[in-house]
């Protein structure tokens, strides 16, 4: 077997507050190993090794902000320009403790210990932020000992605190790093990267790595030409009009979330159960859409949205409503060469639903994700758009359903009758989330519930949040 020769690249971050410049580094080298093997920083644990537990965690700081992420499938060149800290330097050069720190010995929060860093780097990335939601900041880190109370203690009790000169400090720190970008495959724009990914079209995308990563840590596989994008600050624009939001490829998930809450709230709030914190930092919209994944939470609520996805190869250009870029099982309608670089969601009257059944609430996998989009007039249906994801090879419309809705008064006959037609749109599987017939059961209760929400009853018995 011939073995392919991997392009490595030359790099520089700030580590712990201390300028880092590494030359000749494997593309897919996490910063896991690198700061545990190399630097012999062995507080970042490895747990899952995939994004799941957050022992991991680390801070990362760019120009737009500290965020938190989990470092086993974080790739050392999406580091270039940014400033990495790991729980070794949360607490002061003198050795003086963090409040989150203080706040966890207070509290008796750390109990094996093996999770405790990285709920301290979750929660010192919080106390910077000013964010006081501990439930869903700390819902990508697992405690295998399950004494969350005294952690969300402790994170409370560090509310208010002032933020350490240290830390504070942080963004100011970037002025350090070294501009040379050496050989880093990392476009700055979309058009440097239009023309490098049409030069080297078998060349891997990487965004947020947050799937990537385990074609790596899980798979195994060597990818030997790796385009990084997140350096594009034009894949990363939100663009607001009267009519639409069009949204770069390369906006994170937080971000998406923060936009939908003013917008569409229900996808807001599915968005919140999207991942992790650590995740959604790092996920891209346009990496989930371009992976395909027939279980993704998002591009059922895009296409109950009726969004439409941009594409773009070289200087060509091209766009398809989104319902239409999954063909099937593991392929897209996406050429060599072609790449997401913007997807646009119409505003109107909001009357998106977006219902996403787990087995855990954060943090896990959908049995099922269903997206509502139906309008009534006169208490008649005129228009209805409902979108499934883990029911089929694909995110896929319920265009049997939608005709049985359309037209028809909108009641719960009609509903109940409608609902017998999601056996026609939906062979789904059965494996270890959920049976087949239990997913086209939820499927059902989830547009019965639709109506239900609609004539005033309360449906959520946690509440969307603001």
């Not at 790596?216 to 990363?236: P, S, W």
Request: hydrophobic fraction near 40%; charge should be negative; charged fraction near 25%.
């Amino acid at each position: 077997m011939v073995r392919r020769r991997v392009i490595n690249m030359d790099i520089s971050f700030l580590l712990n507050g201390e300028s880092v410049v590494l030359r000749d580094v494997s593309p897919t080298r996490t910063a896991l190993d690198w700061l545990r093997e190399e630097r012999g920083l062995r507080g970042t644990k490895e747990g899952c090794n995939e994004g799941d537990c957050g022992a991991c965690t680390v801070m990362v700081t760019d120009a737009r902000g500290s965020r938190a992420v989990n470092a086993c499938i974080l790739f050392l060149p999406q580091l270039h320009g940014k400033a990495l800290r790991t729980v070794e330097g949360i607490a002061g050069p003198d050795g003086t403790p963090h409040p989150v720190q203080q706040a966890m010995v207070d509290h008796h929060g750390s109990q094996c210990g093996f999770c405790t860093p990285g709920f301290v780097v979750s929660m010192a990335t919080a106390h910077l932020n000013g964010d006081t939601g501990h439930d869903d900041a700390l819902a990508g880190n697992l405690c295998r000992c399950t004494g969350y109370a005294p952690i969300v203690r402790a994170a409370e009790a560090a509310t208010g605190a002032p933020v350490p000169k240290w830390m504070s400090a942080e963004k100011d720190l970037l002025s350090r790093i070294s501009a040379d970008a050496g050989k880093l495959a990392a476009p700055e724009t979309a058009d440097e990267l239009a023309r490098l990914f049409e030069e080297t079209p078998e060349a891997t995308l990487v965004a947020g790595a947050t799937d990537v990563g385990l074609w790596v840590t899980k798979q195994l596989r060597e990818l030997d030409k790796v385009i990084f994008l997140n350096r594009c600050a034009d894949l990363q624009e939100i663009e607001v009009t009267e009519d639409a939001l069009r949204i770069g490829a390369g906006v994170t998930m937080d971000r998406v979330l923060t936009q939908m809450k003013e917008h569409y709230p229900s996808y807001a709030e599915m968005l919140r159960r999207y991942g992790s914190a650590q995740v959604r930092a790092a996920a891209t919209i346009g990496g989930n859409i371009a992976n395909g994944s027939p279980i993704g939470d998002n591009p059922p609520a895009l296409i109950a949205l009726g969004a439409t996805l941009h594409l773009r190869k070289g200087d060509t250009r091209r766009e398809m409503p989104i319902e239409d870029f999954f063909l099937e099982y593991g392929k897209q309608d996406r050429q060599p060469g072609e790449f997401v670089e913007a997807v646009t969601i119409p505003r109107k009257a909001d009357r998106l639903r977006v219902y996403k059944l787990s087995k855990r609430f954060d943090q896990d996998i959908s049995a099922a994700c269903g997206a509502f989009w139906i309008v009534t007039q006169n208490n008649r249906v005129t228009e209805a758009r409902i979108a499934f994801g883990g029911m089929a090879g694909t995110p896929k419309r319920a265009t049997h359903v939608e005709q049985a809705l359309i037209g028809k008064p909108w009641i719960e006959d009609t509903v109940m009758a409608a609902s017998g037609e999601f056996d026609k749109d939906y062979q789904p599987m059965s494996d270890m989330r959920a049976s087949a017939g239990y997913r086209l059961e939820a499927a059902r209760n989830m547009l019965i519930r639709y109506l239900i929400a609609d004539l005033g009853v309360a449906t959520d018995v946690r509440g969307v949040r603001a």
